[in-house]
């Protein structure tokens, strides 16, 4: 139980172009969702948590008007990067919590398998 | 403010027994989880304590102590699969994860 998918799992694109990166959590409802981005050997940023219905929260310094999160179901969050640069290359990880009544799985956040982002 | 600590690099042989520690100091705690990452991919859930003590599953366990703001994931029997990062991160009053920087594991034959 508790997976959680991503599509797609790499892209490259040019620069100047937008790119969607949908999250989508299988077998449970996910009521929040997550997105992560981690650069080579370095730890994972939260770039925005998102809850479905509502707008996401933005960590500081992430762009919301470059980063759209849509979370418009509790399957299904997604992740825009809009005129993406060379700096914007990155893994893009989703992870998704639950609702289960067991305190365990809903506190405990799942991840997709990522999405490797090449922007030439 | 709020701080996760862990040693950035470990070495190990094979078939041994490692212990990754992990420090905290968060406003609130409301559970500890350890994640495994390897090299290119997303971290997988490895444990939850949220109780201080000894949760033991299968070659690994994860120890919690909540008044010394300590916990460890033990790795028994290492393999050469478990080469790997394993990620501390702590749950505060908000509910928010609070990520270590990781710690990375090579195991060697």
């Known amino acids: 139980g508790a997976v959680v998918s991503q599509h797609p799992s790499w892209v490259i694109c040019k620069s100047g172009t937008s790119v969607k990166i949908e999250c989508r959590s299988l077998?449970?409802?996910?009521?929040?969702m997550f997105w992560y981005r981690q650069f080579p050997k370095q730890s994972l940023m939260l770039m925005a948590t998102?809850?479905?219905?509502?707008?996401?929260?933005?960590e500081q310094g992430v762009e919301k008007d470059k980063f759209l999160i849509n979370h418009a179901s509790l399957t299904l969050s997604t992740l825009t990067v809009t005129s993406a640069h060379p700096e914007d290359s990155s893994f893009y990880i989703c992870?998704?919590?639950?609702?289960?009544?067991?305190?365990?799985?809903?506190?405990?956040?799942?991840f997709g398998p990522g999405t490797r982002l090449t922007v030439l | 403010g709020q701080n996760i600590d862990q040693p950035t690099e470990m070495t190990a042989t094979e078939g041994a027994i490692v212990q990754i520690n992990c420090t905290y100091q968060?406003?609130?705690?409301?559970?500890l989880f350890w994640y495994q990452q390897h090299a290119g991919e997303a971290p997988t859930f490895l444990s939850y304590?949220?109780l201080d003590g000894l949760e033991e599953k299968g070659r690994f366990s994860s120890f919690l102590s909540r008044s010394k703001g300590y916990s460890y994931l033990l790795l028994k029997e290492l393999q050469m699969k478990d080469s790997a990062s394993y990620l501390c991160?702590?749950?505060?009053?908000?509910?928010?994860?609070?990520w270590g920087a990781g710690t990375k594991l090579i195991i060697k034959p």
């Open positions: 998102s809850n479905e219905g509502s707008k996401a929260t933005y």
């Open positions: 992870s998704a919590k639950g609702t289960s009544g067991r305190t365990h799985i809903s506190d405990t956040q799942y």
């Open positions: 968060t406003s609130g705690f409301n559970g």
């Open positions: 991160a702590v749950m505060d009053s908000n509910y928010q994860l609070i």
């Open positions: 077998d449970f409802q996910a009521t929040t």
């Open positions: 304590n949220v």
